[in-house]
């Protein structure tokens, strides 16, 4: 499971349809841009929901990234992102057969969504498989890559 983590001063998912609706918005916090792959089990979705909960990327009062999310009351928006599995080694046109199959990538993203909000981060959310348009404002800039293949204890194939 591979996560894009972006501290964020804004952030909103607008779903591309007729009425270009928002379905998430948050302020301070995290946009995460969420991958599922195809080897990826439920330790991986609570390993990443976890480490994300407690990253100390916000600044504390001497200026150093010192904080986290719960410390600075920041939420959490997540947006399922199968791109983050393309393969762009042979050729121009990415290849995307690392990437979980929806049917599989909806329970773990529905799983990390819940360990998220269990560890007392709010959590607003793109819609799963749709076309959407995603707005942020990158507060540093700080973007931060995380992927469980790295977790302790992972068997990797």
Sequence with gaps: MRACIQRVSQAKVLLRDENN????????GFLILLGIGREDVDEDARYLAKKISGLRVFEDNAGKMNLNLEQVGGRALVVSQFT?????VKGNRPSFT??????MAVGLYRLFVEELNSLGVSTEEGVF???????????GPVTIWLDSINRPNRKKN
């Design 98 to 103: 690392d990437a979980a199959p929806p049917d």
């Design 129 to 139: 498989q749709a076309n959407m348009g995603v707005s942020l404002v990158n507060d």
């Design 21 to 28: 609706r928002a379905s998430g918005e948050i302020a301070a």
């Design 84 to 88: 983050l599995y393309a393969d762009c």
